[in-house]
């Protein structure tokens, strides 16, 4: 079976440009969150969302915004681009919401901003 | 507001050694998982803890869960070399996982 899958896996942007980052889940898991990996820091949480409503937000700025569709994928988008966004970008997938669910991370999009 | 922290930030050992990592939490957590994090991979999801102290085995990693449910600790004995990598807690807080910074473990053979 699939793992969970991003694209792209590398992107180089400039600031106050924006860009749009992709998940699919893993088959059957309905529960899609979005993370932040500064280099030498542990995931920071920015979304979740599961049956296609948002179901929590983290500390982070109106800039970013998300969506699932209706076939579990989903898009992270991020406006007006700072060089403080450069990181690498990790979606999970679990099969329901909730703290308890076990994540299961994608290879991330590496997002640099020049 | 929430925090986890976690450490020690890096660890070097000889092989063969024992190695230990801290987790803390400033409030109390309803649960706490451990992930593995390669240089250049993802996390991927070892554990979670939810009773208060739970202690759970995985061959030579074993992982406990205070009484408070406020830390947590994971123990590797006899470190191997392909036990290198950043390991991270993570604590559940309002339906929302919080990690801790890590800890970069190198073994050196």
């Known amino acids: 079976d699939a793992g969970v899958t991003q694209s792209p896996t590398h992107l180089i942007k400039t600031r106050g440009q924006h860009v749009t980052l992709r998940c699919s889940p893993i088959?059957?898991?309905?529960?899609v969150s979005w993370y932040q990996q500064v280099l030498g820091q542990g995931p920071q949480f920015i979304f979740q969302?599961?049956?296609?409503?948002?179901?929590g937000r983290g500390n982070f700025p109106d800039r970013f915004s998300a969506r699932q569709f209706p076939n579990y994928s989903s898009e992270l988008n991020v406006n007006a681009l700072l060089l403080g966004d450069s990181a690498l970008y990790l979606c999970?997938?679990?099969?329901?919401?909730?703290?308890?669910?076990?994540?299961?991370f994608g290879d991330g999009t590496r997002l640099s901003i020049l | 507001g929430q925090q986890v922290m976690q450490i020690p930030q890096y660890q070097h050992v000889q092989e063969g050694e024992d190695f230990t990592t801290y987790c803390n939490s400033s409030t109390t957590l309803s649960n706490i998982q451990w992930y593995k994090q390669r240089p250049g991979g993802h996390p991927v999801f070892l554990i979670q803890l939810v009773k208060s102290g739970e202690v759970k085995k995985q061959k030579r990693l074993t992982f406990q869960f205070g009484e408070a449910k406020k830390n947590s600790s994971l123990h590797i004995t006899a470190t191997q070399t392909t036990d290198v990598g950043t390991y991270f807690c993570a604590g559940g807080q309002g339906g929302k996982l919080i990690f801790g910074q890590g800890t970069e473990l190198s073994v050196k053979p």
């Open positions: 969302y599961y049956e296609k409503e948002e179901r």
């Open positions: 088959s059957g898991h309905k529960s």
């Open positions: 999970a997938s679990s099969l329901v919401t909730g703290g308890f669910q076990p994540q299961h």
